[in-house]
């Protein structure tokens, strides 16, 4: 079945870049998604990229997708304390239904 | 809109006793999902519905009862709790037909099982 994983923490200094990384093993994923889990709250959105795409940027966030490694990175540019949260990766391959999250990676951000 | 509401925010149980984690969306979202976020292991599908009268298992059925008996409500039954089942429960909702199919999630169950 499909496995989505990542590692489970990350630490930098405010003001420094912020490298999430994330594999998977579904070749057949469709979209791929990083949701923000902000403490004591649920998911949130914050970017996805299509599997026909390479590369995505909105504002400080960059997402690089390398299908042949099966590779996902999420880029937070002058990285603030207020980003510190737990960032899931996602992939969906065929139905709506069939979204599989990563095991999540916690981000501390010192300031 | 008030989006994905649950209740309770935090529940404390016996082993073997039952209760039902509440679920709303008031976004007419036809696609509903029910999470368990454990340490190191992300977000897991427990059951989902693809609208009112349809429901189906996901990745961790066992020991859980749905039912989508209208399109706004999607209760989670714990049958009789074990302590394998404390975690913090997570629903969501998205619409069956968007492109992107972004998932909206409630603030989440805390459920500790003694």
């Known amino acids: 079945g499909e496995d989505v994983e990542q590692s489970l923490f990350l630490s930098v200094r405010e003001g420094d870049s912020s490298v999430i990384n994330c594999t998977y093993t579904?070749?057949?994923?469709?979209?791929l998604y990083w949701y923000k889990q902000e403490p004591g709250a649920g998911l949130q959105l914050l970017t996805y990229?299509?599997?026909?795409?390479d590369m995505k940027q909105d504002q400080r966030l960059t997402v690089l997708l390398n299908k042949k490694d099966k590779h996902l990175s999420l880029r937070i540019a002058d990285t603030q304390t207020g980003d510190s949260a737990i960032y899931f990766c996602?992939?969906?391959?065929?139905?709506?239904?069939?979204?599989?999250f990563g095991t999540g990676t916690k981000l501390q951000v010192i300031p | 809109n008030a989006g994905v509401t649950q209740t309770p925010k935090f529940q404390v149980l016996k082993t073997g006793q039952s209760m039902t984690l509440q679920c709303a969306q008031d976004?007419?979202?036809?696609?509903m999902s029910w999470y368990r976020q454990d340490p190191g292991m992300g977000l897991r599908l427990i059951h989902y519905?693809?609208?009112?009268?349809?429901?189906d298992q996901g990745e961790v059925p066992n020991g859980y009862n749905v039912s989508r008996s209208t399109t706004e409500d999607f209760p989670l039954r714990l049958l009789s709790a074990a302590p394998s089942q404390t975690s913090v429960y997570f629903c969501?909702?998205?619409?069956?037909?968007?492109?992107?199919?972004?998932?909206?999630f409630g603030p989440g169950t805390r459920l500790t099982v003694l």
């Open positions: 969501a909702s998205s619409y069956a037909d968007r492109v992107i199919n972004e998932q909206f």
């Open positions: 579904d070749s057949s994923s469709t979209y």
């Open positions: 990229i299509f599997s026909n795409m």
């Open positions: 996602a992939e969906r391959a065929g139905g709506y239904q069939k979204v599989t």
């Open positions: 976004m007419n979202h036809e696609y």
């Open positions: 519905s693809v609208g009112a009268g349809i429901t």
